[in-house]
């Protein structure tokens, strides 16, 4: 359970740092503006407080969904707002002359942003990113507190079972560790595959 | 069920009361993770490469592992041991400890961030390591990492509300106790929402400031 949804809310968060992330650094000061709300109101409080909400507060609203969704929703878009962020700043990194070369060479805007600009902002956002899905990671024990069997429920119930506290959290914990270890390791090898090429091209300046 | 505006306004003191409790655990969280952020950091620099090694690991396993098991573990396993203390005592020992961990990143970054040639004129002139310390290269290092240090405070604070589940009457557990009494969860919670974006977003734009003050300061000196 904790695996799926790490896996859900690290699509959703992906999906919502790039979406969020893009229009942040538009031009359209209407788009910019919301988003920069959606962004802060996210980022403002805690992933425990929204998630609560969340779950608490949507059936007012008639809207009944699984608790498995909301984590995933929740949590995605909480540490997407924060990913948001890190997109943003990479794209904004992206010198000018870039951007004029693609208006010089008669680019559409989705052709400047997808063959020019992401890709170069890409690399910038590698390591950020790779935090931020430990992150997401750490905070998933907070679905436990919305009645989701997950790794950290599951010890909950254990050590009510057995009262062996000790070595259940020490074993949680050590999953937890080996878990963002994987990601640490998985993150290292992503970022070689972008950066290849950049040393030729940095030495060429 | 609608929003009831008599009710929610009901609860403010009773939410205020908790707010109180989150300010008192996120200060005194905060100063244990700037003491032992420190130690951290030094013992991540130690000449001893097995000290070094060790640091590195212990904070690496703070730091990749969920603060919400972390305060299970301090809250179920001390009593354990025969440690008895109470849920607040345990709550901050956790929220500081994983933030000690960030803390020493920063920490690192400031004392990186003092140029060479300060510790070769303070070697050259004989300063004792202390001195050093304290004179030269700490007065250096802690202003560039004032926002950054300002983050995992704001970090912390928004982390308070999980001492609510270790039986912590904190703003978050005020008002869950509210939701159980009355079946009404809406009310509290968005209160609680709302106190912790308008003490955070202020903090957050401040510390904003900050940073694109010492930045155009930097561009200055060059």
């Known amino acids: 359970m904790t695996l799926l949804i790490t896996a859900g809310a690290g699509v959703v968060m992906l999906v919502s740092s790039f979406a969020f992330g893009i229009a942040g650094a538009s031009r359209i000061i209407w788009l910019k503006w919301s988003v920069r709300i959606i962004v802060e109101f996210f980022r403002g409080t805690s992933a425990y407080v929204q998630l609560f909400w969340a779950y608490f507060a949507l059936p007012f609203y008639g809207i009944y969904v699984d608790a498995a969704v909301v984590g995933i929703l929740v949590l995605g878009l909480n540490v997407g707002s924060f990913g948001s962020e890190v997109v943003r700043g990479a794209i904004l990194s992206v010198p000018r002359d870039q951007i004029e070369g693609t208006v010089a060479l008669n680019l559409s805007r989705y052709q400047a942003m997808r063959y020019v600009v992401l890709p170069q902002a890409i690399i910038n956002m590698i390591p950020p990113m790779g935090n931020l899905a430990i992150d997401l990671l750490k905070i998933t024990p907070l679905v436990s507190l919305i009645t989701i069997s997950d790794l950290t429920f599951q010890a909950q119930v254990i050590r009510q079972q057995t009262s062996e506290t000790i070595i259940t959290y020490g074993f949680i914990l050590i999953v937890y560790f080996l878990l963002s270890s994987i990601i640490v390791h998985f993150v290292s090898r992503v970022d070689k595959y972008f950066a290849r090429g950049l040393d030729i091209v940095k030495g060429n300046h | ?222």
């Open chain 2, 1 to 222: 069920m609608n929003w009831d505006w008599s009710y929610a306004f009901s609860l403010i003191p009773r939410i205020l009361e908790g707010l109180t409790i989150t300010l008192q655990a996120t200060v005194l969280a905060t100063v244990m993770a700037a003491f032992v952020g420190l130690v951290f950091a030094l013992g991540k620099r130690s000449q001893n490469r097995v000290v070094r090694w060790a640091f590195y690991w212990v904070v690496e396993f703070i730091r990749r592992t969920p603060v919400l098991v972390q305060m299970y573990f301090v809250f179920f396993v001390l009593p354990r041991l025969g440690v008895t203390l109470p849920a607040l005592v345990s709550g901050v020992l956790a929220l500081g400890l994983h933030t000690s961990a960030y803390m020493s990143e920063v920490y690192r970054a400031g004392i990186e961030s003092v140029p060479k040639g300060q510790w070769e004129a303070a070697r050259a002139l004989n300063i004792p390591p202390l001195r050093l310390w304290i004179d030269i290269v700490l007065p250096q290092a802690l202003p560039p990492m004032i926002p950054a240090a300002g983050n995992y405070v704001m970090m912390l604070f928004k982390e308070t509300a999980l001492l609510s589940t270790i039986t912590v009457l904190d703003m978050m557990g005020t008002a869950r106790v509210i939701g159980n009494e009355t079946y009404r969860y809406f009310e509290p919670i968005t209160l609680v929402g709302l106190i912790y974006l308008v003490i955070s977003l202020p903090a957050a734009m401040s510390i904003r400031f900050m940073e694109e003050k010492i930045s155009r300061n930097k561009k200055m000196l060059r």
